[in-house]
């Protein structure tokens, strides 16, 4: 690698390019008519590697954490703003001027001036709960971002409460109470099979924070809860600690190991959790919702797949497969919360995909309706080449039925060749009656490393009819990871 280069890889080539710069753009124009609902901000994560990496295998995941927010104002216009995170990583390398952190949660590939300076990136999700922007990502906690000027606090560990080392981008609140649930897997270093549960009252205070073994130490990417129990999925995507000090990856696939779905009542004790078996070598990085069934059943509604979705954890492990090779759904789990452990019960239940999303209300309860992400079987042409899986997702799905044994595809809204959605977020609309809207980032390729980027604005009763209202930003965007939306009335209320 040329010094000062970025590795000519897809990771960093093309749509994935570097952009390096912070943006501040105002008074875009908002094309069409949106709803007087989106009244707000979208808020993303974008990974963007301030420095070249130290290794050539690096890959888009391990680039510094940039939260951008497009603010719908008012006056019907658009202002988008992007901003580095200033994480303690960010800063020891802009003062060096250079990499200094070696490969993707391998602290010890690390050079030796920062051995032992927080390492995350916070680049997977921007988490609102309580007042508080909290950029995270599962490798450490998260750090705090003004959620008007986007500057960075710090790191935060809820007042000094949080004893985990680490705290999921994958939060999961209830809609009802207002309570915010994660976990920390790796819980005290890595390797570790140590996960913290943890629970936050609705005006922030974490109020319950408990430790469990896992069955081994697996990339817990994503987790759910359901009215009563809390469900913790557990994949075979391993790490081992005598494989980082050897300064291998941090991440295996191992497809004959067994996955698991851990189950314990929500407000329970730890020692009450049991364990169901899954099938071998499966892997999800997405859940889409759990809930309760009369019965009392309890079902698990995942974007599954027969293998982990990123090449640079697959190919290390020894499985060389193309992204068209790998075999997923969207797949129902199924078990009796009130059985000692078993095994899952595996259905079907939608098409192959990811990025799922339910309105905010509909968390952990039973629900009729979802999103999600796929591939346009019917492409006449190459598809976006773009983010950490190599290729974007080029057409929206909506499901209904999804609290019946066999949920349906009821609308779809493909791309053009060579376009690719980012993760939507859901806004409510002020009317029951109403499905609310859908805010996302459509990327486009229009010429040899040229690109458009536009903000799309979307009913979610009838996604077919396409963008009702369109915002270009006029900038280059890396692909997001995920994002999250904030009611103008909340921001109003700091």
């Known amino acids: 690698m040329v010094m000062g280069a970025f590795p000519q890889t897809i990771y960093f080539m093309g749509a994935n390019a570097p952009v390096g710069q912070e943006v501040d753009l105002r008074g875009l124009k908002v094309e069409g008519d949106l709803p007087p609902e989106v009244r707000g901000s979208f808020y993303r994560a974008v990974p963007d590697p301030a420095f ?87 490798d450490g906690r998260p750090y705090r971002v003004d959620p008007m000027t986007l500057a960075t606090i710090g790191s935060y560990d809820f007042g000094g409460a949080l004893n985990s080392e680490t705290m999921t981008a994958h939060v999961r609140i209830d809609a009802q109470t207002g309570e915010l649930f994660f976990y920390g897997y790796e819980a005290d270093g890595p390797a570790s099979a140590k996960v913290a549960y943890c629970i936050v009252a609705p005006d922030g205070t974490l109020t319950s924070e408990q430790w469990f073994d896992a069955p081994y130490c697996a990339m817990m990417h994503d987790f759910t809860i359901s009215e009563n129990y809390a469900l913790f999925p557990v994949y075979p995507t391993t790490s081992d600690l005598d494989r980082l000090k050897a300064g291998g990856e941090h991440w295996h696939h191992e497809p004959e190991r067994d996955s698991w779905l851990g189950v314990m009542p ?185 690109f458009h980027h536009e903000a799309w604005v979307v009913d979610a009763g009838d996604i077919t009819a396409g963008a009702v209202a369109k915002v270009v930003i006029p900038t280059h965007l890396r692909p997001q990871v995920h994002g999250w939306w904030v009611p103008q009335e909340q921001l109003d209320a700091l």
């Open 266 to 450: 929500r407000y329970g004790d730890v020692s009450e959790i049991k364990w169901f078996k899954g099938p071998k070598g499966c892997h999800s990085y997405h859940m889409m919702n759990a809930w309760e069934d009369v019965d009392g059943m309890l079902h698990f509604d995942a974007c599954l797949n027969s293998t982990n979705a990123f090449a640079f954890i697959r190919e290390p492990s020894g499985i060389f497969l193309q992204p068209q090779d790998i075999q997923g759904a969207l797949t129902r789990w199924t078990v009796d919360p009130k059985a000692d452990g078993g095994e899952v019960t595996e259905s079907v239940i939608g098409p192959p995909g990811d990025f799922p999303v339910i309105p905010a209300k509909m968390q952990g309860q039973p629900y009729s309706f979802g999103f999600m992400l796929s591939m346009n079987p019917a492409l006449q042409g190459p598809p976006l080449f773009a983010g950490p899986v190599g290729v974007s997702f080029n057409m929206l799905l909506r499901l209904d039925g999804m609290d019946t044994p066999a949920p349906r595809v009821t609308g779809a809204l493909p791309l053009a060749p060579m376009a690719g959605y980012n993760e939507p977020v859901h806004v409510p609309a002020a009317d029951p009656a109403r499905d609310g809207w859908l805010v996302f980032i459509v990327d486009s390729q229009i010429g040899d490393d040229q």
């Open 52 to 138: 070249p990496p130290k290794f050539e295998n690096d890959h888009t995941l391990s680039g510094d954490g940039m939260i951008s927010r497009l603010s719908f104002n008012g006056d019907g216009t658009a202002d988008f703003t992007m901003k580095s995170v200033e994480t303690a990583r960010y800063r020891a390398e802009k003062a060096a001027g250079k990499a200094l952190f070696g490969k993707y949660r391998n602290p010890f590939t690390d050079d030796a001036e920062v051995q032992g300076v927080d390492r995350t990136v916070a680049n997977t999700t921007p988490v609102w709960h309580a007042g508080r922007l909290l950029m995270a990502k599962e």
